[in-house]
């Protein structure tokens, strides 16, 4: 009892030094945009048991599934929400590439409160262990003689994947199908079955297929190697010279908090990023740490949206803001 | 190690007193997760995720595993009594499960359900045991030209759904079809039928519409002949209640229809157990001696589904521990789960943790037992649902209905939609519109659609690619059978009249 109680006065004068008085006193909402288990779902359900294990919040927190539009429908709630200081949304780059495309989103992430960037999942790029490809220019050469030849397994043609590809066909002259699947396992299941021939995975759902002899990977979408893969090189290392475009998460609030607010919520995400459970929890997913406050977040959406219009428009994708 | 010491040390950890507990209480919360319309095991599994972290992780894989295939069990009660399906995989339960229970035949649909998914389930664990690497190889060769040949097959089971009208049938599913088109299209972002509506945007839930149809539908249809209602005959005695050694007989072929179906479709990455078990319930009445009778309450096309979508749950966990490879929803939250606990799920995951696996293959025996023995005395219980006057039971199954759509959302516009999908089923009942074409081609219509232009864009627009390969041209060729058949059974009855 005695260590909690320090505790607790411990986190008033923090919170006093650094919000001046704000301190939730209810539950907190934690809105989220894909349905229980989505990949938004998981982190921010493993953000809450971290932050209640630390006990860094004097309040319970409490996952709220908004699931629908690609993220439109979580944001429009948020923003009903203005003003509300008791609810926080888990954000991904879905919500700012998601009203790019569709007219129907009312709320974009700019009209929604930063508070901070917490994750980068990089990615690799892989091919089936008995592929010819040994390199990344082995396939965008290939690529090249071959127009239209070689296919790609992704997801949506907003994502990552294919904005992957669309950046490599740039620098390469290559050029190759991108074939959408609705399920990560369905695009696993299409390229280790030999139905395409390469695609941009996550780091911790190819380990395992590369350790059992069946995926070889060509390159890391990342500006550095990561820890577990030392001997692939990066995009900029293979000779592409093109940006390594992030998968980003992070944690917003509804418009119209107050500073003081601002100022809690960054502190208690910054204290989390510095756990040792969150350190294990990156890299258990092999994800990066992606922390950035709540003005660096500001400017990162203006740049990461300029970017993927850009990218969208060139790929023939319809943009409509 | 060999499959029967693996087996033997997996029921060595599965029998211990605290894993016996954690099988009981996946087992319990799954058969009551499965009773509840809209909430489903996802959902479930996610919620119950971060309590697993104090757990050890065979414990947690045992009990997240008993709610998976534990709401199995239960999805067939609120079809069967009320026509409301707990689970999309129980949708088909409610063609000749609501019109046994209102014949009076409530008991013996509920416990035929229990006993086809004992029989099924456990006939998924032997395959998950037995057969599951060759089988994830062979799931790899299905690719998006197959999978639009088996979608096509289930298409083609509209002709068995039709009632008296093909024709009507037809439109029907081609207005599922519609449904199914309605959102944010993957290829290429663009939204389709959306009518400025963002609630629109990720399509409509087929939930929803399955609830609205089947269930409101039906109450609005019997609103009208209020007066007359009666109580639903339920009969007295547990010996009543239960299947008879006849419907047992009846069963027999789905049984085994039903586990094999259901366990194939399972391994596949793209399949489902919806998708299985209307197949099921296509193939029992296309062999049928009693066709005429689906849908009016036999207790094979209750037998038949109930058994494929548990064989399923064996199925889905094939890719899942061979490959590594999610092919569902609820497989997808496991694997996340397993990454959490520590595990690298993937090609290796059971030659490193063979006792991980093997106690989960050992609790699936033991956890099947368990729901039968759970669920088979709750049957009269259920059953005496039906006793309850119809100005009660109506408004019931409207909150019901109404809490099961807001649950899977928690969206006001989805209880809009519901309303007029209510409508829907109301009025097609009056035109005298088959509703399960509806269904099939709103499930379907989605993966059917995907599966044809990824295979386009995999051929560079040839179609060619469709027949080429082997697996598909045999599923299409099957397809095209079946859409024959009304017509070889009309040939067949003129040839009799010839003779006679």
Sequence with gaps: MAPKIAFLIGLTLAGTAFAQGFKPTRPIEVVVHTGPGGGSDLLARSVVAIIEKEKLLPVRMQVVNKPGGGGTVAASYLAEKAGEPHTIGFFTGVWLTGPLTSAEAKVTLRDLTPIARLVLEPALIAVKADAPFKSLSDFTSAAKEKPGQLKQSGGSVTSRDNVVRQLLQRASGGRWVFISFPGGGERIAALLGGHVNMMVIEPAEAGEHIRAGNMRVLAQVSDRRLAAFPNVPTLKEAGFDVPAVPQVRGVVAPPGIPAANVAYWEDVFRKLTRTASWKKYLEDNQFEDGYQNAAELAKFYDDFTGTMRGILQEAGVKIVR | MDVLAGLMHGFALALQPANLLWCFVGCALGTIVGIMPGLGPPATIAMLLPLTFLMNPASAMIMLAGIYYGAKYGGSTTSILLNVPGESASIVTCLDGYQMAKKGRAGAALGIAAIASFVAGTVGVLGLMFIAPPLARFALAFSSPEY?????????????????????????????????????????????????????????????????????????????????????????????????????????????????????????????????????????????????????????????????????????????????????????????????????????????????????????????????????????????????????????????????????????????????????????????????????????????????????????????ILVARPISAVMLSLAVLVLLMPVFSRINAWRQKLLS
């Design chain 2, 148 to 464: 639009f040949a088996l979608m096509s097959l289930g298409l083609a089971m509209v002709v068995l759904l039709a009632g008296h009208s093909i024709v009507k049938a037809l439109l029907a599913m081609l207005v599922g079809l519609w449904i199914s088109s309605i959102g944010t299209d993957l290829f290429s972002s663009t939204s389709r039928f959306t009518f400025g509506r963002m609630e629109l945007l990720s399509g409509i839930d087929f939930v929803v519409v399955a609830i609205g149809v089947f269930a409101l539908g039906e109450v609005l249809g019997n609103l009208e002949a209020i007066e007359k209602s009666q109580l639903l005959p339920v009969p007295k005695g547990l010996r009543n209640l239960l299947p008879t050694v006849q419907d047992l007989k009846d069963s027999r072929f789905a049984f085994a229809n039903g586990s094999i179906v259901g366990f194939l479709v399972g391994v596949l990455p793209g399949g489902g157990s919806t998708i299985a078990s209307f197949i099921s319930y296509g193939i029992e009445k296309a062999v049928s001696k009693r066709p005429e009778q689906f849908g009016h309450g036999v207790v094979e096309g209750v037998a038949a589904p109930e058994g494929a979508n548990n064989s399923e749950t064996g199925g889905a966990l094939v890719p899942l521990l061979t490959l590594g490879i999610p092919g569902s929803g609820t497989t997808a939250i496991l694997l996340a789960a397993l990454v959490l606990w520590g595990f690298k799920p993937g090609p290796l995951f059971i030659s490193e943790n063979p006792s991980l696996f093997w106690s989960l293959v050992a609790s699936m025996y033991i956890g099947n037992l368990m729901l039968l023995v759970l669920n088979l005395p709750l049957v009269p219980l259920f059953a005496q649902v039906l006793r309850t006057p119809a100005y009660v039971l109506y408004p019931v199954i409207f909150g019901v209905s109404m809490v099961g759509v807001y649950s899977v959302s928690g969206s006001v516009f989805d209880i809009g939609l519901l309303a007029g999908f209510g409508l829907l089923g109301y009025g097609m009942r009056k035109l005298d519109f088959p509703s399960a074409p509806l269904i099939l081609g709103l499930v379907l219509g989605g993966a059917l659609e995907r599966a044809l232009r990824q295979s386009l864009m995999m051929s560079e627009g040839s179609l060619s």
